[in-house]
């Protein structure tokens, strides 16, 4: 079964914290000092909030699944409809670990398609005292022609 996933970029986490957990009628499942997710169930949605994007906003959109064949019928249709995206295998970020495909739609906004295998106690795989930017950076894959604007700010995006 599919979940939707927003990540929003905010410049203060506390209150965007106490806005969202009224707005879901609940508390986060997750809360670190730089992030927050709920995983709602209604609407099916994993939403998460960090203030680790460039931009306050829409940071990427995505489609989160629960195994891995649910991720290579997704990884399907991005090659069926010749759609150029990026592999990431094991990629630590927002404090978990998933393998993803990354693209862009055609507005620029973009997506990723994951299947999260667990978590880990970083914002990165590999966390940097003084780093702020976010993780899937890496170059671990590539199919098809992917999007240039994406590929300069791909390492904003995450989880």
């Known amino acids: ?13 506390d209150k965007s914290v106490q806005f969202y957990s009224t707005l879901f009628g609940q508390a986060p499942s997750v809360v670190k000092a730089d992030y927050a997710k709920w995983m709602l169930d209604d609407p099916r949605i994993n939403f998460a909030i960090s203030r680790r994007g460039e931009t306050v906003g829409v940071d990427h959109l ?3 699944v629960d195994s891995e064949e649910e991720l290579l019928d997704l990884r399907s249709r991005l ?7 990026r592999v990431e295998s094991q ?21 990723e ?13 590999r966390e ?13 894959g590539q199919a098809g022609t992917f999007n240039t604007r994406r590929e300069t700010t791909r390492a904003k995006h995450c989880c």
């Open 1 to 13: 079964m599919k979940r939707f996933h927003v990540h929003v970029s905010v410049e203060n986490l």
């Open 62 to 64: 995505g489609l989160q």
């Open 79 to 85: 090659e069926v409809a010749d759609i150029g995206f």
């Open 91 to 111: 990629i630590g970020c927002c404090y978990a670990r998933s393998n993803k495909h990354w693209t862009t739609d055609p507005a620029g906004v973009a997506w």
């Open 113 to 125: 398609t994951y299947h999260t295998l667990g978590s880990i106690p970083t914002f990165h795989a």
């Open 128 to 140: 940097e005292k003084t780093s702020t930017a976010a993780c899937c950076a890496s170059d671990s």
